[in-house]
């Protein structure tokens, strides 16, 4: 699903996602325009801060996501573990624990609150020259089968 830029719209989307597909695990994957060739994986989303703007001139009240969430929520993926153990030709890889008090950290924060830790999130840079929409998808797919192992061996 394509979440808009728009906190309250992007929470409802959320919030669909884990109480009707009730999935064991939730990926999401956002822009981060700035970043040139960088993949980063973030660990996990805060729930206050959000003072920014969406796409229609809102702000959450009083800046947080959930009034009566925990100040942040480590994803139940391992991100460290992961920017470890993998690699992509052609693109780097980073770990991160501020995925930065926009729309992509709300996203995070809201669906690690209603799937219990069960989501991760990729910050991937905009297509260009250098990285082209083919060699994104394959290092998504590399970084997610990664994720979908570990998060196999802690199941078990």
């Known amino acids: 699903l394509q979440l808009p830029v728009v906190y309250q719209k992007a929470k409802e989307q959320v919030f669909m996602i884990w109480t009707t597909l ?7 994957v956002g822009l981060a325009s700035s970043a040139k060739a960088i993949i980063i994986l ?3 989303g ?21 009034l009566d969430g925990p100040e942040k929520i480590e994803s139940t993926i391992n991100m460290k573990t992961l920017w470890k153990n993998i690699s992509v030709e052609g693109i780097d890889i980073i770990f991160s624990r501020d995925a930065g008090r926009y729309i992509c950290d709300y996203t995070y ?7 219990n830790g069960r989501a991760a999130f990729i910050h991937v840079p905009p297509l260009s020259k250098s990285v082209t929409a083919d ?3 394959k290092a ?3 970084i997610i089968s990664e994720m979908l192992k570990q998060y196999g061996e802690e199941r078990e």
Do not use: I, R, W
């Open 46 to 66: 805060k729930n206050k801060g959000y003072q920014e703007m969406d796409a229609c001139g809102f702000h959450p009240e009083g800046g947080c996501c959930m």
């Open 42 to 44: 973030e660990q996990c």
């Open 109 to 115: 924060y809201t669906s690690l609150y209603y799937g």
């Open 22 to 28: 009730q999935p064991l695990l939730t990926v999401h």
């Open 140 to 142: 998504l797919q590399t």
């Open 135 to 137: 060699l994104l998808g």
